[in-house]
């Protein structure tokens, strides 16, 4: 399908969208941001038979293959026109949802990228590039693949390691379906008399599905600057294992991991890094290529067109990615609305790269009180995130279930552990983002 280039102010678009939180408002819920509004309406489940509105809220739909019955978010029923309508939807039994007609692409207030490598980009806000399909499926298989076997090997720590003593070869337990129980640490060890126990509900991601919450703003990293986020460091705040936890196997906790850290280890309590160690731990040099590449293949020059960081000119030589984390999705999961403020540059890029099933992005402005735009992120999808853009809110209200590409597939042809991999992502969704902590030249005191 043709998509129609417009040239616009990515700022014109932020304008034109601002009708589309009044509904809320009249509705008695003027109490709610309207980001939060567009939260409230993907994440929406209270009808079974009835998916959230994709053209409500006019969803960027970008890396949609060309040919509709290739589309697996029209295969799924996401833009059916029983999603737009008011009330309740009766089905007969056994009877499909009506898939409908996709909508032409919207590109009003985007700006089509000519990336240096050929691809194609969009700038969907400033700073914020959208390049869909920058893996191929092979290659987003290979890396899912480096995610689940190697990146969630010690000494990364996982979401899951402060509360379990977890084998060194947990994903090949999950391939291998071992009956092994795995214990929780609360049952092994108890606290020292030296340790500062820190509420672990106060220290989880702004991942959740409730809808009760207070959220809590930290000041960027650069702001804080390195001495006293090193303070921080040295008073020995740690998480204390929940002793509400059951032995499980690997099976049941490879549903129930929510991160891998990569590089310098973010610490949720603080919410900043730990500069403790005089070296990081190794970033992965396959992922760190990976997001190399998309800067070096970036055209920032119309990226920005002079109106970026003073340094924004030699990232594509002096960008080098130290730290990340991979975000594991199972399909009800969200990641509520925050913004990315830990690194010591704040302006340098992001790079997330999206794998297995689609999902909604809701990119915003530095304030919940502007409206979002909703982007479709495929499987294959890079965005990146720099400049200004590195203090936009975002996050993901929903994982758009139905949506797995067909290379994600189990074939007769496949080994085991590609199997268990296809088998993992079969009812999941992982997002891999990488950024860089100190600017170019930083010397750490001491």
Not at 6 to 29: C, P
Not at 105 to 132: F, Q, S
Request: aromatic letters at 8%.
């Amino acid at each position: 399908m043709p998509i129609k280039e417009n040239m616009s102010s990515v700022t014109n678009q932020r304008g034109d969208m601002k009708d589309l939180t009044t509904e809320g408002v009249k509705n008695g819920e003027s109490s709610h941001t309207p980001f939060r509004l567009t939260e409230k309406h993907f994440k929406n489940r209270s009808q079974p038979l009835k998916l959230p509105s994709l053209r409500l809220h006019r969803v960027l739909d970008l890396s949609r293959p060309d040919q509709v019955a290739d589309d697996e978010v029209w295969k799924a029923g996401w833009w059916s026109p029983e999603n737009d309508t008011a009330g309740r939807v009766r089905r007969g039994k056994g009877k499909e949802r009506e898939r409908g007609e996709r909508p032409e692409v919207e590109t009003e207030g985007l700006k089509l990228l000519r990336m240096n490598d050929g691809r194609i980009g969009w700038l969907v806000a400033p700073g914020c590039i959208l390049v869909p399909g920058y893996l191929d499926p092979a290659g987003q298989l290979d890396l899912l693949r480096a995610a689940l076997t190697r990146y969630t090997l010690p000494p990364n720590p996982l979401s899951l390691s402060t509360h379990y003593a977890l084998p060194n070869d947990l994903f090949q337990k999950y391939i291998e379906e071992s009956t092994e129980v795995i214990q929780p640490l609360h049952e092994l060890r108890s606290a020292g008399p030296d340790t500062r126990a820190v509420d672990t509900k106060a220290t989880q991601t702004t991942r959740s599905t409730t809808s009760s919450r207070t959220t809590i703003e930290t000041e960027p990293g650069a702001v804080v600057g390195y001495e006293e986020i090193l303070a921080k460091n040295k008073l020995g705040l740690v998480d204390q294992p929940s002793d509400k936890l059951k032995p499980k196997r690997a099976e049941e906790l490879m549903k129930e991991i929510r991160w891998a850290n990569l590089g310098w280890v973010y610490q949720w309590t603080t919410k900043a890094y730990d500069f403790t160690p005089d070296v990081p731990i190794p970033f992965p040099a396959d992922l760190r290529d990976i997001c190399k590449d998309v800067v070096r293949s970036t055209p920032w020059d119309e990226v920005f067109e002079t109106k970026g960081p003073e340094d924004y000119a030699a990232w594509e030589k002096d960008y080098g990615p130290d730290t990340g984390i991979v975000n594991f999705y199972q399909l009800n999961d969200t990641l509520m609305a925050h913004v990315d403020r830990a690194e010591l540059d704040p302006s340098r890029p992001l790079v997330s790269i999206s794998l297995g099933h689609a999902a909604v992005f809701l990119l915003g402005s530095q304030s919940r009180y502007d409206p979002p735009r909703p982007i479709i992120l495929r499987s294959g999808d890079v965005l990146i995130m720099s400049g200004k853009g590195r203090q936009f809110y975002h996050g993901v209200p929903r994982i758009l279930e139905g949506t797995l590409p067909a290379a994600f597939q189990i074939n007769d042809g496949d080994d085991v552990e590609t199997k268990g991999i296809k088998r993992w992502i079969s009812t999941a969704r992982m997002n891999i983002n990488a950024r860089q902590v100190f600017p170019p030249g930083f010397k750490r005191p001491g």
